[in-house]
């Protein structure tokens, strides 16, 4: 089946747009040049796209993968659906152009707070959403304390997939997958919290009967 000229002409200018911002940084690739690299006209580029920014920011969601509708897991294991969140990887056939691009992206988005705010929304948003939703969930459900700081165990699973990004992306081979070393730790705490909370009440109970 041949594919509409249109929808042709916009997947020519993602891969054009990748490449030059990857090998040339973000401010130096102009619309003119990405024109020119993927042979679609400007008029044409901007009856897809209203500016480069909204390029950039569909190229940022297409390398990571995160073209769809934001997954909402619920298994009704709450160490497993922590663990799915906290391991799910972007395309590695992006990989190499993710890391050329992201020095230059963290430098544009700097230097522009909306598109900055933009990315931060549509690419770092939704996983901590889907992870305050299974927190939200475990509470509800009694696997996790009412009174548990919903942010603040956000910044607790989200740091180590942090500490992961910044420090070990050179030595891969050898680093370790944190994802489900960070879920775990994370349930057996409250999980043992828990137990220990319905121990106390159980003996408390059993005490004030006597």
């Not at 000229?5 to 003119?32: N, T």
Request: aromatic content about 6%; glycine content about 6%.
């Amino acid at each position: 089946m041949v594919r509409p000229r249109s929808s042709e002409a916009h997947e020519k200018v993602l891969h054009a747009a990748l490449a030059l911002f990857s090998e040339r940084g973000i401010e130096a690739a102009s619309m003119d040049s990405i024109a020119a690299s993927s042979g679609v006209s400007k008029a044409t580029i901007y009856n897809h796209w209203a500016d480069k920014e909204a390029l950039l920011l569909e190229v940022m969601l297409w390398v990571n993968g995160l073209t769809g509708d934001p997954e909402d897991v619920d298994t009704g294991d709450l160490q497993r659906d922590l663990t799915k969140v906290l391991t799910r990887k972007p395309p590695d056939k992006f990989e190499v152009a993710r890391d050329r691009m992201m020095p230059s992206l963290i430098s544009y988005s700097a230097l522009h707070p909306e598109f900055g705010k933009a990315w931060r929304h549509r690419v770092m948003e939704p996983p901590r959403q889907c992870i305050q939703n299974i927190l939200r969930r475990g509470i509800e459900r009694g696997q996790l304390p009412r009174d548990l700081d919903i942010e603040s165990a956000i910044a607790l699973l989200l740091g180590p997939m942090l500490y992961a990004h910044i420090f070990q992306r050179e030595q891969k081979a050898k680093s370790l997958d944190l994802g489900p070393l960070t879920a775990q730790a994370f349930w057996r705490a409250h999980h043992q919290a828990r137990e220990r909370r319905i121990e106390k009440a159980g003996i408390k109970k059993s005490s004030t009967k006597k």
